[in-house]
């Protein structure tokens, strides 16, 4: 079970940093920024909450 949260976070992390990156292309660094915050915690928080 842990591992099908995981596979679904990484997914959802690795969209999102695609979607950073392409912020980060336009010129909007701080919308790139916050989205790259936004996928770390998004990767942390599972442990917390299902692992613990």
Do not use: D, E, H, R
Not at 5 to 17: N, P, Q
Not at 24 to 40: M, R, T
């Amino acid at each position: 079970m842990t591992y099908t949260i995981y596979l679904a976070v990484i997914g959802v992390v690795i969209y999102s940093c695609g979607f950073a990156l392409s912020l980060w292309k336009q010129k909007n660094k701080p919308g790139a920024f916050v989205i790259v915050v936004l996928s770390v915690i998004a990767l942390v928080l599972p442990y917390f909450t299902y692992i613990k």
